[in-house]
């Protein structure tokens, strides 16, 4: 009998999930959920074929050079820029992400954040909790339009262009939006979305939602003279990485009313939230929590568990794990 490959789960997961991988594997599991310092991480993968990570796990080469063992990274998230993609392909690591199950919950997340910063919602409950609420005024909490007005999305992905759905539809928004490529004509048409060259998006857009993956090119792809360029009354929304936007920056465009507001899910160096935006009544701050539906996680924690089935040659997709980025190792391996 051919002994079981042993698996290691990085983080919490759902029990049932978990139980699917003991169906195929020998599982080290997180029973605490903590977040493992890299030496902790490294020690726990001794001897494991496989990893189920998270976007907290990094995996680079000098992680994988200490584990020529590791045949398969499986990322819970759709993100993966805390893995080292090149790093694995170079040693025949499978690695995998999951698209396509998060997209509309995230689309949901993104636009009402854009309407939460937009309508001042946050900064409305605060203001009544405080026990602010005295009267009815003309302009109390007056906000930025957001029907009929100019939607801007940066990075037309997946996320991106279910984003530009629901503004064109639901919200009679006209879509610009800048990504590297070109949709299809027929795309743009069905989203009623335009292409544009980032000034132009910056220039012209009502509310700018950024969606692009974060890589060393995307690095601080908004910064103070980004910001300069938007319209005064313009919102800023941020569901793609820290660190696409340079939050030190948007925090004194956000303090000056250089733009009205933001709604941010994703920060530089997360947890940590740059002390500047906590001050900020005009920023909407949520916790990295766009993808989190319990029936869109447990998709996403489905879905890497499949792919570490596959990878490691078990289940009825066995050699074909479904959203592989680099299947290509896959024939290369014994
Ligand atoms: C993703 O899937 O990349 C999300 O940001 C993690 O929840």
Known sequence: MSRRAAVLVARGVFPEVLERLVQHFDVEANADDSVWPAAELSARLLGKAGVFTTGSERIDAELLDAHPQLRAVCNMAVGYNNIDLDACTARGVLVSNTPDVLTETTADFGFALMMAAARRITEGEHFLRAGQWTKWSFDMLAGAEVHGTRLGVLGMGRIGQAIA??????????????????????????????????????READHLVIVVPYSPQSHHLIGAAELAQMKPGATLTNIARG?????????????????????LDVFEGEPSVHPDLLTLPNVVLTPHIASASIATRLAMANLAADNLIAALGCGPQAGRPPTALNPQVLAAQP
């Open 243 to 263: 660190g696409v936007v340079d939050d030190a920056a948007l925090a004194q465009a956000l303090r000056d009313r250089r733009i009205a507001a933001a709604g």
């Open 165 to 202: 759905r629901r503004g064109a539809l639901g919200f009679g928004m006209p879509v610009i939006y800048h990504n590297r490529s070109r949709l299809d004509p027929a795309i743009e048409q069905q989203l009623g979305a335009r292409w544009v060259g980032k000034a132009e998006l910056l």
